[in-house]
C-alpha cells in the first residue's frame, strides 16, 4: 500500500516540468503525499524541497526522473530503508533506468496494483581507515575506487581478500566493483561484465604499469581492503563517481557486500542481455 511518494530530479530538463505535472495529478486523485527533493521543488515552485538523504523517510516509492547518476544519487539516500525506485529514463545511456517517460503513467499504475517485479542490486558498504580509527562511511551500487588526484601519476596499492594478499598494483588506480557497476567505469578499464544476479565482485587495475595485471572476479562473500602505500601522495576515492575525499598515505580502504540492497522497480520483461546488446550497440557494424 502506498501512502507517500518522494521525487529526485535531474536539474536543467525541459521535459521533467510536464512529467511532474502528471505525477502530482496521480498523487492528488488519490490522496497520497509527494514529497520532492530540492531540485524538484525548482522545478514545482515548492519551498519544501528536502535534501536527499531525507526525502526517502516515511516514503513508501521513490520516483527517479533522470539517468543512472541521478539514480545513483537516489540510492544513496535511500540507504538502507529499503524502498523501491522507479527509475524513469531521461539520460542517455541509461543503464539501470526501467521506464520511459511515456511509460510513466502505465508504471505507476502497475505500481497501484502491486503488477510489478523487483530487480534487487547488490550494494557495497565502505569504509576508510585511517591508523586505528574510522574516518568515513559510505555505501556504493556502482564502485568504489582508489585513483590519482590532480597529479597524473603512477600510484603503489596493495589488495588484500579476507586479509589475504592478492596483488601489489603500480597503477592509475582499482576499481572495486558491483556486478551493477560492472558495465561502467570497470568495463572502460577493461574489467569483465557481470549479470546483476551474479554473487561476484571485481576488482580492476586502472592502466597497471605491468601489463600481466588484470581484473580479479572474487565472491561476494568477501572483504576487500585496498591500501595505500607509505610516503605516496595524491591518493583519491571515489564513491559511485559522484562522492570522494583525498587519501593520506597508509589509510585503508575497507569495503564488502553491504546487508540491503537497492530495489528497482520492473513493471515489464526486459532480458538482461537484450538490454546489453540496445545499450552497448553489440552487433552493430
Given at each position: 500500500?502506498?501512502?507517500?511518494?518522494?521525487?529526485?530530479?535531474?536539474?536543467?530538463?525541459?521535459?521533467?516540468?510536464?512529467?511532474?505535472?502528471?505525477?502530482?495529478?496521480?498523487?492528488?486523485?488519490?490522496?497520497?503525499?509527494?514529497?520532492?527533493?530540492?531540485?524538484?521543488?525548482?522545478?514545482?515552485?515548492?519551498?519544501?524541497?528536502?535534501?536527499?538523504?531525507?526525502?526517502?523517510?516515511?516514503?513508501?516509492?521513490?520516483?527517479?526522473?533522470?539517468?543512472?547518476?541521478?539514480?545513483?544519487?537516489?540510492?544513496?539516500?535511500?540507504?538502507?530503508?529499503?524502498?523501491?525506485?522507479?527509475?524513469?529514463?531521461?539520460?542517455?545511456?541509461?543503464?539501470?533506468?526501467?521506464?520511459?517517460?511515456?511509460?510513466?503513467?502505465?508504471?505507476?499504475?502497475?505500481?497501484?496494483?502491486?503488477?510489478?517485479?523487483?530487480?534487487?542490486?547488490?550494494?557495497?558498504?565502505?569504509?576508510?581507515?585511517?591508523?586505528?580509527?574510522?574516518?568515513?562511511?559510505?555505501?556504493?551500487?556502482?564502485?568504489?575506487?582508489?585513483?590519482?588526484?590532480?597529479?597524473?601519476?603512477?600510484?603503489?596499492?596493495?589488495?588484500?581478500?579476507?586479509?589475504?594478499?592478492?596483488?601489489?598494483?603500480?597503477?592509475?588506480?582499482?576499481?572495486?566493483?558491483?556486478?551493477t557497476g560492472s558495465t561502467a567505469y570497470s568495463l572502460a578499464a577493461g574489467g569483465?561484465?557481470?549479470?546483476?544476479?551474479?554473487?561476484?565482485?571485481?576488482?580492476?587495475?586502472?592502466?597497471?604499469?605491468?601489463?600481466?595485471?588484470?581484473?580479479?572476479?572474487?565472491?561476494?562473500?568477501v572483504s576487500v581492503e585496498i591500501r595505500v602505500s607509505a610516503g605516496d601522495e595524491?591518493?583519491?576515492?571515489?564513491?559511485?563517481?559522484?562522492?570522494?575525499?583525498?587519501?593520506?598515505?597508509?589509510?585503508?580502504?575497507?569495503?564488502?557486500?553491504?546487508?540491503?540492497?537497492?530495489?528497482?522497480?520492473?513493471?515489464?520483461?526486459?532480458?538482461?542481455?537484450?538490454?546489453?546488446?540496445?545499450?552497448?550497440?553489440?552487433?552493430?557494424?
Amino acid at each position: 500500500m502506498i501512502h507517500r511518494v518522494g521525487v529526485v530530479s535531474k536539474p536543467g530538463r525541459d521535459d521533467i516540468p510536464g512529467l511532474l505535472r502528471y505525477l502530482s495529478g496521480w498523487c492528488a486523485a488519490r490522496k497520497l503525499d509527494l514529497a520532492v527533493d530540492q531540485v524538484t521543488a525548482d522545478y514545482l515552485q515548492r519551498a519544501d524541497g528536502l535534501p536527499r538523504d531525507e526525502l526517502p523517510e516515511g516514503c513508501d516509492l521513490i520516483v527517479v526522473l533522470g539517468g543512472d547518476g541521478t539514480l545513483l544519487s537516489a540510492a544513496r539516500g535511500v540507504r538502507k530503508r529499503q524502498i523501491p525506485l522507479l527509475a524513469v529514463n531521461l539520460g542517455g545511456l541509461g543503464f539501470m533506468m526501467t521506464t520511459g517517460p511515456d511509460e510513466l503513467p502505465c508504471a505507476l499504475d502497475c505500481v497501484e496494483r502491486s503488477d510489478y517485479a523487483l530487480d534487487s542490486r547488490m550494494v557495497l558498504e565502505g569504509r576508510l581507515r585511517r591508523k586505528e580509527t574510522t574516518v568515513a562511511r559510505f555505501f556504493a551500487l556502482n564502485d568504489i575506487v582508489v585513483a590519482n588526484g590532480a597529479m597524473a601519476r603512477l600510484l603503489h596499492l596493495e589488495a588484500y581478500a579476507d586479509g589475504e594478499y592478492v596483488c601489489g598494483y603500480t597503477a592509475d588506480g582499482l576499481i572495486l566493483a558491483t556486478p551493477t557497476g560492472s558495465t561502467a567505469y570497470s568495463l572502460a578499464a577493461g574489467g569483465p561484465v557481470m549479470a546483476p544476479a551474479v554473487a561476484a565482485l571485481s576488482l580492476t587495475p586502472i592502466c597497471p604499469h605491468t601489463l600481466s595485471n588484470r581484473s580479479v572476479v572474487l565472491p561476494e562473500t568477501v572483504s576487500v581492503e585496498i591500501r595505500v602505500s607509505a610516503g605516496d601522495e595524491d591518493h583519491y576515492l571515489s564513491v559511485d563517481g559522484q562522492v570522494g575525499r583525498y587519501l593520506e598515505p597508509e589509510d585503508r580502504v575497507q569495503a564488502r557486500k553491504a546487508s540491503h540492497t537497492v530495489d528497482i522497480v520492473q513493471t515489464k520483461s526486459m532480458p538482461y542481455f537484450d538490454v546489453l546488446r540496445s545499450k552497448m550497440r553489440w552487433g552493430d557494424r
